[in-house]
């Protein structure tokens, strides 16, 4: 156990949701705690990373500095880190260098970028590295200290697929002063560079501009898709407003970031200080953003910021201030971390000990003063919400959230001067696995560079069991509960049979870690949705319910009106979903928590007033069963439906407001009352079951399913399709050159089905056409692009015919691929691949891809490369070198290539030399292009007859409608009277008639 030997003053902080922050300071004395499970550190490895790093004794050393946000990252399967390296003896020269290795405990492999040398001696000038999850590039900024931008990007894929990459420099561009995509010059004034995963697999990027006592932090988005960066602009501004500081002089400000990320909820948390003219940091400032840092909130969740328009300044109005902290109290660019249930956790220091900073659940921040040594620090959590803080000296500290984090105490000091540098460590790792990698230097005059790997135990939770039964009681109350106490922080708690909690009024988050509710036992969230209120409870298990006792979430107050639930459920068993009404009117349920399990949840009300149950969540997981009993049962969207079914029962109503296409099955009762509203919304299940009957296989309207019921339950203008979905469409290999039998016109040696491909080539310079080669430049790597599909493309590196080439130094040349469509279904180009690699500098390395006129595709250009986009490997002969390169078709006006359509793709590259020097080709290898064909619906059968003089015409499935027309010349077809609900009577009125069944 980690036992707190001392107690410890704490200042709590009352926040006030108005126009201003009032900030109360409490001075308590705490009993002293233990920590509620063992907190165990294990060191389960250590890794060589590198011999070459710069020395930590170095007069400047650049490597493991506080402010260096992040030098060791890890994402799918792999680990990845940057530091400074020298060659021999010169240790005034220093090389950026990458390092990788396979999780858990692979082998470092390390690149040494050669090609840009750091010589300034300022410890500012640190390395962040980044990873874009969604195209898996690999991001470097380095060397700057208020100078323009030096950056670096990898190929595409090189993360999302790093077994088929080789590790070498050539997988890496050149070193750019801007930010591909911006259109504004050189990226100017820059300090602190910083990357952080955005949760939709973009990848983001912050910096300062200006000095240290006049800055500005800006924002950048960088594009899976498009990969391009956005500048948002400037969210938090320091010079706009002056301040006297308590030398008396009036000073312009910067804000030092503790850090900026996002939680688990997608929610952006960035913390800072002020900085003075003469270096002292005063006040602590918080702000979050809900849409990716276009517009920031303060604590009390009024807007206070728009990025670049309106940032947020030290005299914001509203105030994004929490706490006030004297000139000189507070360190700049310490650490932030977000645990699991949205904490926001701050390292500090006061005096020169550790201050644990912390938003609490309900919105406070509290201020936990230690008596641990603390300077620039760092901080993190685990899965189960521990905090831990890792210090210079590899010393690691351990609180708890059942104490209130007020356990500080020592969990490891194994390594405790064996390492040198400020903490660095892997925060991704330490949230996803519960690994804590640090990145941690040997002392002195050693060059040597490690990973050192510690397993942090799991902990087990208290458990809390409601003991006051069969009457309604409330979770503050702590004579409830088996430990005497108020529901609380960190524990788990129980609702057994008959027992019956209700939540707070008003916005609440319920404080423990989870909360279950047993069969038999009933849970009452009381927020009201229309006042903007919620009930939170971040793990609501329901469990072990039965038809007969049932675990029971109920509306607990109001009348015409919604309670609200929110966080996220787990069933198993029956639940019910319980409303209510009375002459008053309804009370209606909304719940926007996540929902999982399987079971039965059962939405029920009463009989003669009938309320609402809303599902809103999109991402429900649920895959049980939905019974709605009595009132409406709505989903906000298809998703919210989980992949669960839906009975509709007697008294029940449905309604979901989306395009819903799970293949789940879907009952509803042919009763008077029942109802299924598809509003005007396409839905797909595998099965109907209406009334006794299963309804055949087919796609029906509202009507269409009415006529085969004896009550008109269905309304709408929707559709519905019983059966077996069409499957979706596969993207594949349309059409693929990695075998190259013409330099001017080279076939196509795969090809789908039913496709035609041919290509064409032309060169600026006549005399150096395009020609087939050997060996040289062909690619190795087995993709088309970065796509690996079947076929793979050829891997050849030994044969004629392997590659093509523009030769030596022609400034420019293009491949046009055309494309046609000879099959019987239309297919949605997907990408453009290609691999590509210069032999020298002065080749053609500029390119520009397009859709040119005359086929069945709108004509435009697709992409734009900047200016010697395409690697040189100055002399390498390395069959791996290539750029894997993909552009997405599916972006265009029109990307579906018709039924006997065609499409040209041209690449134009350009940006030769053309001066003859040697060795300057273009090489270019495994062109592929992608699509999915689309599948061809099966029509159903018409069947006609005659029933006395008239002719009557049949099918199964809706969805369809009859037309005639008198001749197939002159006239057009027009719908039949009724025609759209089989069976479809026609009395004959002309001498003859043609009909045909089409969709409607």
């Known amino acids: 156990m980690i036992n707190k030997s001392a107690t410890n003053p704490v200042i709590a902080v009352v926040l006030f949701r108005q126009y201003f922050l009032v900030l109360l300071a409490t001075l308590l004395t705490l009993v002293p705690a233990r920590l509620s499970a063992q907190i165990s550190i294990t060191k389960i490895g250590e890794s060589l990373i590198g011999n070459s790093a710069q020395t930590q004794n170095a007069t400047t050393p650049l490597n493991l500095r506080p402010h260096q946000d992040d030098a060791i990252v890890s994402f799918n399967g792999y680990q990845y880190c940057v530091y400074y390296s020298t060659i021999g003896a010169n240790t005034a020269q ?111 990027f912050v910096r300062r501009k200006g000095s240290a006592i006049a800055g500005k932090s800006m924002l950048y988005t960088y594009s899976q898709t498009t990969h391009q960066w956005t500048s948002h602009g400037v969210y938090i501004d320091g010079t706009l407003v002056l301040y006297h500081n308590n030398a008396g002089e009036l000073t312009k400000l910067n804000g030092y970031l503790h850090g900026i990320g996002y939680d688990d909820a997608g929610r952006l948390h960035a913390s800072w200080v002020w900085r003075t003219t003469d270096g002292k940091n005063f006040n602590f400032m918080y702000a979050y953003s809900d849409n990716s840092g276009t517009t920031w909130h303060n604590n009390a969740g009024q807007q206070a910021g728009t990025v670049n328009s309106d940032p947020m300044t030290l005299s914001n109005s509203p105030p994004v201030k929490v706490l006030d902290y004297a000139e000189g109290s507070l360190y700049n660019q310490t650490g932030q971390t977000v645990d699991s249930v949205g904490r926001v956790h701050v390292v500090q220091r006061k005096g020169s000990n550790f201050l644990h900073i912390y938003r609490d659940t309900s919105g406070n921040w509290v201020h936990n003063e230690t008596s641990i040594p603390s300077a620039r620090n760092k901080i993190t959590t685990d899965q189960h919400n521990n905090v831990y803080l890792i210090t210079s000296s590899a010393k690691i500290y351990a609180a708890t959230p059942g104490n209130g984090f007020t356990d500080w105490a020592l969990a490891y000091d194994g390594d405790a001067g064996n390492f040198a540098g400020d903490a660095i460590f892997d925060e991704s790792r330490m949230k996803t696995a519960g690994i804590l990698s640090i990145l941690a230097a040997k002392p002195g005059s050693s060059k040597e560079m490690y990973s050192i790997d510690l397993s942090v135990s799991p902990v087990v939770q208290p458990v809390i069991t409601l003991t006051t039964l069969g009457t309604p009681v409330d979770l503050t109350d702590g004579s409830v509960w088996s430990d005497g106490s108020p529901a609380h922080s960190w524990a788990d708690y129980v609702v057994p049979d008959t027992g019956n909690l209700k939540s707070e009024n008003g916005t609440s988050v319920f404080p423990g870690a989870s909360l279950t509710v047993e069969g038999g036992g009933k849970f009452q969230f009381r927020a009201k949705h229309e006042l903007g209120e919620s009930t939170t409870v971040n793990d609501l298990i329901a469990t072990g319910g039965t038809s007969g006792k049932f675990v029971n979430l109920s509306a607990g107050t109001g009348n015409n009106i919604a309670n609200h639930l929110d966080g996220t459920l787990q069933n198993d068993g029956f639940t019910r979903l319980s409303g209510y009404g009375n002459a008053t009117g309804p009370r209606n349920i909304r719940i926007s928590s996540k929902i999982s399990g399987t079971g039965v949840l059962h939405s029920t009300g009463t009989s003669a007033y009938p309320h609402t149950c809303t599902i809103a969540n999109p991402n429900n997981t649920f895959s049980g069963v939905w019974e709605s009993s009595i009132g409406m049962l709505t989903f906000e969207n298809g998703g919210a439906v989980g992949a669960a079914d839906i009975e509709v029962l007697a008294e029940g109503k449905l309604r979901i407001s989306g395009d819903w296409s799970s293949g789940a099955s879907l009952a509803v009762a042919d009763s008077a009352t029942a109802e299924v509203d598809f509003g005007s919304n396409d839905w797909t299940v595998s099965n109907l079951v209406f009334g006794a009957a299963a309804v055949p296989d087919g796609t029906y309207s509202a009507a269409g399913l009415n006529a085969l019921g004896a009550n008109a339950v269905f309304t709408g203008t929707g559709t519905i399709l019983v059966g077996d979905p069409l499957p979706p469409p596969v993207v594949e290999l349309i059409a693929g050159w990695d075998i190259w039998n013409s330099g001017a016109t080279p076939a196509a040696n795969v090809v789908a089905t039913d496709i035609a491909a041919s290509a064409v080539t032309t060169s600026e310079d006549p005399v150096r056409p395009w020609h087939v080669t050997d060996e040289r430049g062909a690619s190795a790597d087995g993709s088309w692009g970065t796509f690996v599909g079947i076929p793979s493309a050829s891997t050849v590196t030994n044969a004629d015919n392997e590659n093509l080439e523009l030769p030596n130094a022609v400034t420019g040349g293009t491949l046009t691929f055309s494309i046609t469509n000879a099959g019987m279904a239309a297919i949605e180009l997907d990408a453009f691949h290609f691999d590509a690699y210069a032999f020298r500098s002065k080749a053609a390395r500029t390119y520009e891809l397009s859709v040119l006129t005359g086929g069945g595709i709108t004509p435009g250009v697709i992409y734009t490369s900047g200016a010697q986009e395409i690697t040189n490997v100055n002399g390498a002969w390395d069959n791996f ?49 992608t699509g999915a064909f689309q599948p061809v619906a099966e029509p159903p059968v018409l069947e006609h007859g005659m029933d006395g003089g008239d002719l009557v015409f049949n099918w199964i499935g809706g969805g369809f409608k009859v037309q005639s027309r008198t001749n197939l010349v002159e006239e057009f077809w027009i719908d039949v009277p009724e025609g759209d609900v089989p069976p479809v009577s026609i009395v004959p009125s002309e001498a003859e008639a043609f009909f045909r069944l089409i969709e409607q």
């Open 94 to 204: 220093r090389y950026v260098t990458v390092g990788r290795r396979a999780l858990p405990s692979g082998a470092w492999e390390t690149i040494m970028l050669t090609d840009y040398t750091q010589t300034k001696n300022d410890s500012h000038n640190v390395i962040c590295i980044g990873i874009c999850e969604g195209d898996g590039t690999i991001h470097l900024a380095f060397d700057h200290h208020n100078e323009d931008l030096n950056y670096r990007i990898s190929i595409q894929g090189l993360a999302t697929n790093p077994q088929v990459h080789s590790w070498v420099a050539s997988k890496f561009n050149a070193v750019q002063d801007n930010l591909p995509g911006l259109d504004m010059g050189r990226t100017t004034g820059l300090t602190y560079p910083r990357f952080f995963p955005k949760p939709n697999g973009d990848l983001q």
């Open 881 to 929: 070198a290539h750029d894997n390169i993909d552009h997405s078709l599916a972006g265009l006006a029109d990307n579906t290539l018709g039924v006997g359509e065609s499409v040209q793709l041209r690449l134009t590259f350009s940006g030769g030399a053309g001066d003859a020097s040697g060795g300057h080709d273009l090489w270019v290898d495994n062109v592929g292009i």
